[in-house]
DNA sequence: AGAACATAATCTAAGCATCGAAATAAGTTC
DNA sequence: GAACTTATTTCGATGCTTAGATTATGTTCT
């Protein structure tokens, strides 16, 4: 309850400071004058904000618009070049470490992959430290431009006083990632969970814009959500939240890699899927066999669909957020064909209000979003900290 | 994302000033002193703001704690009779009204039973119109020192331009009881569904007294969750969260009055548990029957455990917690005799790093705290709004 | 009882942020 | 080239918090 948050009255220019530069971020070149009408901020503030940030070279101005008679409006946007985020997406088949300019244009990339049984912590983290090190001189970048690494990773993350990472699949059980790299950069460092971070992504520059209450489900060989509450990513006391896939929609059901039974996972992973039709899943290949198993249209299919929809709908009912995104390879796959369906299934197991207040759509930015939504827990902090970032709670 | 709030320096006061108005009134009395080194702001503001705050008869001073050789410090509380709040509890089988102080001691309260079959909104509203005047005559409190009127009604309420109610179970769809209730009175009203006040009263006063992120479950008749995120009762978009009830376990299943099937409601709402054993639900004396049945130990006790920990464990899961609380006469009952049973099944369905995180209590106000908690929605109205609260837009 | 001491609360001048109004800049139009 | 229009900057006023000095109100020691 209590939060015991003083405001003086610096932290009022802090503020009004980093709203102006998140409208610029956002919503594209603004002129002052349209900066003022925005924000409500007078023409007067506006104008030394604005003059602070264009001396510190974090906005700049890009052209005018013609006027009418009268004098032209000078845009201003920020600077893509004021500095640089890496993105890092550990997955279970590689590391993939891509740098962004402010923009999230991506400048340079490089990818390492993992055999099947190497996730020893030492080896991912090496992966990263050296990633770094390429996509930096590959693109011509000092590091001093650097303002930070964000990691996406699948599993747990904890935050306390290190970042401790739990995932089963990788046999991680309390990797102290952020220590491990730390040790090798000094670069801010924001680890969190892959899905989580691909759903700020899709929430920022994807099917998400605009969306204050919003949830993005992402479905791959894992199933994990993001939940937006009231426009900000929801981590609940540890930051695990999201743990959507491993929520139980069959009691006593099928039983889930996790050790429990009847997990939504349990049904509608890629190998669940496969699984259920089938297929065997020691291959490799999944993609191509989802393919063709979500083609043949067999009762697998169908049954999927009324899995998801039921999990979806627990969403709706439980959350009643504005929108769902369905994101991840596997969702994607499903959500190309049978979107009509999973729409008509979630229709008839969610309460009407929560549906209708809802819409359900597909994810824009692809499956391989995950680098990209690291990168933007970078620009969260720049966004909200400009004055001399320094040292992150997150690293 | 965007969201345009401009601050301008007495922002910084109100926000100042609501945050000791805060801490004054959930953690008792305190000194100017102490108020200072709690807030971080300097002594002098405290002493100006203060100052304001006992000219304007919103807090009191309430004697003063002995010294040892200094000057003694006066202690300052919150004036409980500043004002008044009422609450109103609508519920299946009665309309209870009833008027606090601004400590929220009951100080009068009347009981209007509503007969199975009548249900009108007229009807309801009458008797809330009426029940104000009713307590306001035996309590001697005039009209204009009453905040706000906060009411708990069942089922979803829609926020808009109008307040509508959905509620199933009274054949309510889209009843504009705001509309109903602001023709009779002038009285600020604050609308929300019953567990989510409820919920709002065990958080403050209760069980969850000092968590930010946490989960109040309610089990009666019907289900329901209010969730907690960071502080804040979560809405979603249409307000409508919290609809735990009808979120599916077993998919396929039992089914439930909202026209679905699995609902956990369907499993372990009060009639839901009776049916299953076999046990009448034409009459009356549930509460008698189930307390047997609990007694009884027959597999159907064994099954709602089971259940109910698969429920507790989704909400675990998906929204990690720190603290579960479980109230609701049904869910009382349940805990009572149940709770490590519970506790087990709990951990059994949930992952490890979210369940270690969280604690499963039982709610400690009972189950008849639905008008308080309707009060305390009054009470969040003054304590953010201090400064001539007018017109809210929840009425 | 009175002087010395200790702590709480208030007062005062200074710094910082926003704001409205006036002034200035930079175009278009007749 | 003068008149007009609109954008941006400058300037004085207002209001808020703060640090430090001052005042208030106790206890304790002699």
Known sequence: MARPERRTVRDVR????????????????ASRNDLSALTGLSAATVSTMTGGLLGDDIIVEAGQVDSDG????????VNPRYGYAIGVDVSETHVRVEL??????????????????????????????????VVLSDAGVPAERVLGVGVGVPGIVERGADVLIHAKAFGWNGVPLGALLRAGTSLPLHVDN?????????????????????????????????VVADGATFHGVSSSAGEW??????????????????????????????????VSTRKAGWQEELTRVLASRTPVVEETVGYLGVGLANLINLLNPERIIIGGWVGLLLGETLLPEIRAVVAENSLAQPY???????????????????????????????PAAGITATG
Not at 247 to 270: D, F, H, S
């Open 194 to 226: 892959g899905a989580k971070a691909m759903g700020q992504a899709e929430l920022w520059f994807g099917s998400g814009r605009g969306a204050a209450n919003a949830v993005i489900v992402l479905i791959g060989a894992g199933v994990g959500a993001t």
């Open 356 to 386: 209708a207040a809802s819409s359900l759509v597909l994810g824009r930015l692809g499956p391989d979003a995950v680098a990209l939504g690291a990168a933007t827990l970078v620009i969260e902090e720049f966004l909200n900290a400009t």
């Open 245 to 278: 896939g491993h929520t139980k929609i069959v009691a006593g059901g099928r039983p889930c890699r996790c050790g429990g039974r009847g997990c939504l996972e349990a049904y509608i992973g890629a190998e669940a899927i496969l699984d259920r039709a089938g």
């Open 100 to 133: 962004f300019d402010l923009d999230l244009n991506q400048l340079a990339k490089v990818e390492y992959a993992l055999r099947p049984a190497r996730h020893d912590p030492e080896l991912v983290a090496m992966h990263i430290l050296a990633g770094i090190g």
């Open 70 to 77: 009268g004098r032209p409006r000078v845009l201003l946007r």
């Open 14 to 29: 802090r503020g009004n400071r980093a709203m102006l530069l998140r409208m610029l971020y956002f919503d594209g070149p």
